[in-house]
């Protein structure tokens, strides 16, 4: 049977496009019914070859297109419904059954429909989505190489000249003291030949006199004469000077470059899904879950935390894990029962913690400059610094750590991304080479959190500010509290984020919570709940926002969006 009667379509002519076709004109190529066959053979120009449909050759110098599927077939019928063209076999599998098909040459129209269709998408969208790709590389390419790496070879110049400057100091010492010791040496030389030199006037002065005497016949002289060849034979005391010697240390290479600085590694990463589509409007979707008009109080757990409560993670949703201004990291279930505790390896208030995706708990320690890991209740350090101290610390949704650290001198503060506890990204300067994050001497609370498009979230309690940047580390934007004359000063004392990628952050001192959108626009708050000192946050899988209160002890469980879809 025919693959045209098993698809079960019915082919037209190609001159009236009313009636089906029954012959087919092998040299031109075009399919006729009975009536057009007669016109069609008109043309005496042409040695026309009409033979029935069923019976008609393929015509080689016809540029059928080869079959994706079955790549020794051509294709001669177009699939409407799929957009592609298919050959015998691909009709004979019955998966373009009842499909509209025609001829790839009888109906160009529609195919050129196709091609206008793609050559709009190509011109109006996927063209340019790729130039602003290359225009925002190009624009980070010269950032980087006119600004941040101008910017480090400034700051190795200036380490240099620090210590080309501390090393002329030393030459210059080192000469200084030769000077005085040359001096010295010099001086009792000098002091040595004067006496040998006035005694040596005085020799000379003996055998002038005694050379007279003999020459002379007065008795007088030759009786008061009195020999000093004793005192000549007593030569005079040698000084022995035992002179300096400079012994330069051998220089260590690798302590050398250690001293000197290093460079944090570069580091590249591909993101699959960091570039989007252009799309010819920008359409803006309302959240899932509607915020609440007034959030509700669920239940509140009594942590008994007699020493400030400051920090509160889930491990599930009937879970929480605690820790205050003492050495034990605490597990309690809703109904406030202490089910853990668990005291830190070095017996130091812990900074921060977080729970993995894997359900370990982990916890940083600023005084002995560490980040560890609690497994089957045995704590393990999977990370040390040296000059810095990391301080807030977060679990990403693809494992890794984020953590917050401050150089010794308070001067400096940064984000660095781990892979397997191995540092992978530094996140320090803007693209005009400014700090990202302040650094006011004051204290270290830069909480930090990501949020589900990959933006890394710090709350940047000495700027009063909520700084954001992509996961590249690009500054997205900054969030300084919404305007107001009946509050304070917006001090953010801890952050998270939920499933519609909304930014919630405690605001201290205003014993309140504000809700931004993933681009920083203010939202709402949560005022109400008796919420006081609000010091640290947390979301569980259905949504619900966990609050540690810094001085009652309490952690609040609040409802704040809708579970209506």
Request: hydrophobic share 30%.
């Amino acid at each position: 049977m025919d693959p045209l009667d098993r698809a079960q379509v019915l082919l037209i002519c190609d001159l009236c496009k009313r009636a089906a076709l029954q012959s087919h004109c092998e040299l031109c190529q075009i399919n006729l019914c009975k009536a057009c066959v007669g016109e069609h053979l008109s043309d005496s120009s042409k040695r026309h070859n009409v033979v029935p449909y069923k019976h008609r050759t393929s015509n080689p110098n016809v540029n059928y297109p080869i079959c994706s599927k079955h790549i020794q077939k051509h294709c001669e019928l177009y699939c409407e419904k799929c957009e592609i063209c298919v050959c015998s076999t691909c009709l004979s599998s019955d998966e373009h059954k009842g499909h509209n098909l025609t001829n790839v040459y009888q109906n160009p129209t529609f195919i050129k429909e196709i091609l206008n269709k793609d050559l709009k998408e190509l011109e109006k969208r996927i063209l340019p989505t790729y130039e602003e790709i290359a225009s925002d590389l190009n624009t980070e390419k010269v950032n980087l190489v006119e600004k941040h790496y101008e910017k480090l070879i400034t700051e190795v110049n200036n380490k240099g000249a620090d210590w080309h400057r501390e090393i002329d100091n030393i030459v210059n010492q080192k000469k200084s003291e030769i000077d005085e010791m040359k001096s010295k040496h010099l001086a009792v030389l000098n002091k040595e030949e004067n006496e040998i030199k006035q005694i040596t006037l005085d020799l000379k002065q003996s055998i002038h006199d005694m050379k007279k005497i003999l020459d002379s016949d007065n008795i007088s002289l030759t009786s008061a004469y009195k020999s000093r060849n004793a005192e000549f034979r007593s030569l005079p005391p040698k000084v022995n000077v035992s002179l300096p010697s400079f012994c330069p240390h051998p220089v260590n290479t690798y302590q050398f470059h250690q001293m000197f600085g290093s460079l944090s590694a570069l580091s590249i990463t591909i993101d699959e899904d960091s570039y989007t589509m252009k799309t010819p409007e920008a359409v803006s979707c309302p959240p899932v879950k509607p915020l609440l008009d007034v959030p509700k109080l669920i239940i509140t757990v009594e942590t008994g935390c007699q020493y400030l409560l400051r920090r509160v993670a889930c491990l599930s949703d009937e879970k929480i894990w605690t820790c205050g201004n003492e050495k034990n990291l605490k597990l309690y279930n809703l109904q406030s029962t202490l089910l853990k505790s668990i005291q830190t390896k070095s017996g130091n208030i812990p900074g921060d913690i977080t729970v993995t995706k894997s359900g370990d708990l982990v916890y940083t320690d600023p005084d002995t400059r560490t980040v560890n890991i609690v497994k089957n209740d045995q704590i393990q350090e999977v990370i040390r610094l040296q000059g810095w101290k990391p301080h807030y610390v977060c679990s990403t949704s693809s494992g890794d750590l984020l953590v917050t650290m401050v150089s010794d001198d308070d001067k400096q503060a940064k984000v660095v991304r781990y892979i397997d506890f191995k540092q992978k990204q530094t996140i320090q300067y803007d693209s005009e080479g400014y700090p990202l994050y302040s650094s006011f001497y004051i204290n270290t609370n830069k909480y930090i959190t990501e949020n589900r498009n990959l933006d890394i979230c710090v709350a940047d309690c000495e700027a009063h500010a909520v700084v954001v940047v992509n996961q590249a580390g690009n500054l997205r934007f900054r969030y300084t509290g919404r305007p107001s004359n009946t509050r304070g000063t917006f001090n953010p004392y801890s952050i998270t984020t939920d499933s519609q990628s909304q930014i919630l952050t405690a605001d201290f001192s205003n014993h309140s919570i504000h809700i931004l959108d993933q681009d920083g626009h203010f939202l709402s708050y949560i005022d109400n709940c008796d919420i006081e000192l609000p010091y640290g946050l947390c979301i569980d899988t259905s949504d619900n926002l966990f609050v540690a209160e810094y001085d009652s002890g309490y952690v609040k469980k609040i409802k704040y969006m809708s579970t209506m879809f």
